[in-house]
């Protein structure tokens, strides 16, 4: 875990994000665990939803805590055919991180960002590790990973 960590921490830093990482003791595989964590609200939490289309890009949707990832959505917002979720060894190897500790940015993907996710300033989202998370300016999010504001939630 801490080769992820010292990945996403050097990454920020090299970066200048307006973001802090933060590492806890339990577990932040879910939004539910996530906020209960760092006794935040569950609203200011992102999934990340890895995606694969036919040539085999990685495409990852960044949706609110509550909302679902329409991959119809998906494919329309980039004309393609319908992408089909990532498996955990597609995660873990085109990320660099594990499953539960995907980042918004920090690695090769087309990146879509739900219209939802602009209305916040700041959001959590993946630090990592399943027990990291990275507290960052939504628009610095969208500035580092190049993401298209489109509504992709179902």
Do not use: W
Not at 12 to 21: G, Q, R, V, Y
Request: charged share 20%; hydrophobic share 40%; proline share 3%.
């Amino acid at each position: 875990m801490e080769n992820f960590h010292a990945s996403i921490k050097d990454y920020i830093m090299k970066h200048n994000l307006d973001a802090s990482h933060i590492i806890t003791s339990k577990s932040c595989h879910t939004v539910h665990d996530a906020a209960i964590a760092i006794g935040a609200s569950s609203h200011e939490f992102v999934k990340n939803i890895c995606m694969m289309d036919t040539e085999n890009q990685l495409i990852v949707a960044i949706v609110k805590g509550e909302d679902r990832a329409s991959t119809s959505r998906v494919a329309k917002a980039l004309n393609i055919v319908r992408p089909r979720l990532a498996t955990e060894e597609e995660i873990q190897s085109l990320t660099g991180f594990p499953l539960g500790g995907v980042p918004s940015f920090g690695f090769k993907a087309t990146f879509l960002i739900d219209s939802n996710v602009t209305e916040l300033t700041h959001i959590y989202t993946g630090g990592g590790s399943p027990y990291s998370l990275v507290k960052i300016d939504v628009k610095s999010m969208i500035n580092v990973n190049g993401g298209k504001v489109v509504r992709i939630r179902k």
